[in-house]
């Protein structure tokens, strides 16, 4: 073999590993765990977040309704465009996720209090760990509905980096609080969207991530 043929072979891209349900299920489990932190975190902070998850928050400060059952049941309509536009085992996978979530964010309250938060400190903390969460979900195929769902279906089909319309959607929703949320737990939780939309623009990118 030539040197320029070995360093071809070098260069080359090794083909993608498929992940194994124990992959996948611990990538469930720990992004769905992230996120259902973060919920916790902005509830009692007074912050939301954009997506269904941003709508779930403002019906939940508006009736009292549980948040975890409210989160579940407005995804309940999206899974008919998941399924038609990415296929059965994405939207499989995201029910699960959803399902998790909501049961993790009703329970967390029983099982973890925190005394004193300060909310720009949950903004930074909660955006961080929300787009974590988001991105272990994203890599192993799934995600947790409503607006995820249609930022990965664009970068899939457009091209167009998800971390943006993430981004676009989650401040957009977090603006239409400002009829129920007070002006500045409306800024912390923008500050919390940019946070999440701008980690996801960076590392969430088409063909950096191999795995499948």
Same mark, same amino acid.
């Given at each position: 073999?030539?040197?320029? @043929?070995? /360093? ?6 090794r *083909?993608?590993?498929?992940? $194994?349900?124990y ?11 992230? +996120? ?11 912050l ?5 998850? #941003? =709508? @779930? ?8 309704w549980?948040? $975890? &059952? +409210? ?24 029910? !699960?996720?959803?399902?998790?979530? @909501?049961?993790?964010? *009703?329970? $967390?309250?029983?099982? !973890?209090? =925190? ?8 903004? !930074? ?7 974590? #969460?988001?991105?272990?979900? &994203? ?6 509905? #409503?607006?995820?769902? +249609? ?7 457009? $091209? !167009?980096? @998800?971390?943006? +319309?993430?981004?676009?959607? *989650?401040?957009?929703?977090? /603006? ?18 940019v ?12 063909g950096r991530?191999?795995?499948?």
């Amino acid at each position: 073999m030539s040197l320029r @043929a070995s /360093l071809q072979w070098v260069r080359r891209p090794r *083909d993608p590993q498929r992940h $194994g349900y124990y992959e996948d299920f611990q990538a469930l489990f720990a992004g769905t765990l992230f +996120v259902s932190l973060t919920l916790m975190l902005f509830a009692q902070a007074g912050l939301l977040t954009g997506s269904t998850a #941003g =709508v @779930a928050f403002l019906i939940h400060y508006w009736t009292g309704w549980p948040l $975890g &059952a +409210v989160f579940f049941a407005i995804n309940l309509p999206f899974y008919w465009f998941s399924w038609q536009r990415m296929g059965a085992e994405f939207t499989f996978k995201t029910f !699960i996720a959803v399902g998790m979530l @909501a049961l993790l964010t *009703d329970l $967390g309250p029983k099982v !973890i209090h =925190v005394d004193y938060l300060n909310p720009l400190f949950a903004a !930074i903390l909660g955006g961080l760990l929300l787009s974590t #969460g988001c991105l272990f979900l &994203a890599r192993h195929r799934a995600s947790l509905g #409503g607006a995820t769902i +249609v930022s990965l279906y664009l970068q899939e089909a457009r $091209g !167009i980096p @998800a971390g943006k +319309v993430q981004l676009f959607i *989650d401040c957009t929703v977090v /603006l239409l609080a400002l009829f129920i949320v007070p002006f500045d737990r409306v800024l912390y939780s923008i500050v919390a969207a940019v946070v999440m939309g701008v980690f996801l623009w960076l590392n969430h990118r088409p063909g950096r991530y191999v795995g499948r």
